[in-house]
Nanobody
Framework: QVQLVESGGGLVQAGGSLRLSCAASGRTFSSYAMGWFRQAPGKEHEFVANINRSGGTTSYADAVKGRFTISRDNAKNTVYLQMNSLKPEDTAVYYC????????????????WGRGTQVTVSS
């Protein structure tokens, strides 16, 4: 089992930045690939970014490519999502998730989820 707790969400104006953190406890953090997903009101969960176990491979949704950066610190059991040039359409609850099988974009392949952190971008 691994427990995930997101933090860093909040209200920001369009064009601003936020840095989300996801702290993991339980089994060895470096055993998991990690992902960030988001869910806007009335919409399905949407893939945002993922990172492999070592941090050497990442991928992004087209909607955030060039604006968001995912990273991890295995010594601190934490994965981050740096979000720059935020837009109102980035407003959502952001979730981190752990995948024992490896890096993936499909929500159903992730084994463990945090409870989410709200990000609101005002225009």
């Amino acid at each position: 089992q691994v427990q995930l707790v997101e933090s860093g969400g909040g209200l920001v104006q369009a064009g601003g930045s936020l840095r989300l953190s996801c702290a993991a406890s339980g089994r060895t953090f470096s055993s998991y690939a990690m992902g960030w997903f988001r869910q806007a009101p009335g919409k399905e969960h949407e893939f945002v970014a993922n990172i492999n176990r070592s941090g050497g491979t990442t991928s992004y949704a087209d909607a955030v490519k060039g604006r968001f950066t995912i990273s991890r610190d295995n010594a601190k059991n934490t994965v981050y999502l740096q979000m720059n040039s935020l837009k109102p359409e980035d407003t959502a609850v952001y979730y981190c998730a752990a995948n024992v099988y490896g890096i993936a974009k499909t929500r159903e392949t992730y084994n463990y989820w945090g409870r989410g952190t709200q990000v609101t971008v005002s225009s």
